[in-house]
Nanobody, 115 residues
Framework: QVQLVESGGGWVQAGESLRLSCAAS????????MAWYRQAPGKQREPVAM???????YYADSVKGRFTISTDNAKNTVYLQMNSLKVEDTAVYYC?????????WGQGTQVTVSS
């Protein structure tokens, strides 16, 4: 059973940066896209960034110009570089890998941004 293991979350002050990583514990074939989502307390989970197998990337308006999604396909790993963090970026961040046969989700990593 392949699992996604996230790391890189933590506590930072506004304006600082964090880099999240999400690595698959085994091989995943026929990946269509990889993505990051987040869920703030009392809110629904929302998409943050996505990158397709064709390397097209998409971002939520709230993070455009500050966050960058990237992948290491050989390692089935997806990253999220988060710069100029804001208090409103505080949330649990989840990675998702969308393959031809099923979706995989990480367990979540907490990001807390203080003013």
């Amino acid at each position: 059973q392949v699992q996604l293991v996230e790391s890189g979350g933590g506590w930072v002050q506004a304006g600082e940066s964090l880099r999240l990583s999400c690595a698959a514990s085994g091989s995943i074939f026929s990946i269509n896209a990889m993505a990051w989502y987040r869920q703030a307390p009392g809110k629904q989970r929302e998409p943050v960034a996505m990158i397709t197998s064709g390397a097209n990337d998409y971002y939520a308006d709230s993070v455009k110009g500050r966050f960058t999604i990237s992948t290491d396909n050989a390692k089935n790993t997806v990253y999220l570089q988060m710069n100029s963090l804001k208090v409103e970026d505080t949330a649990v961040y989840y990675c998702r890998i969308m393959a031809a046969t099923r979706d995989y989700w990480g367990q979540g990593t907490q990001v807390t941004v203080s003013s």
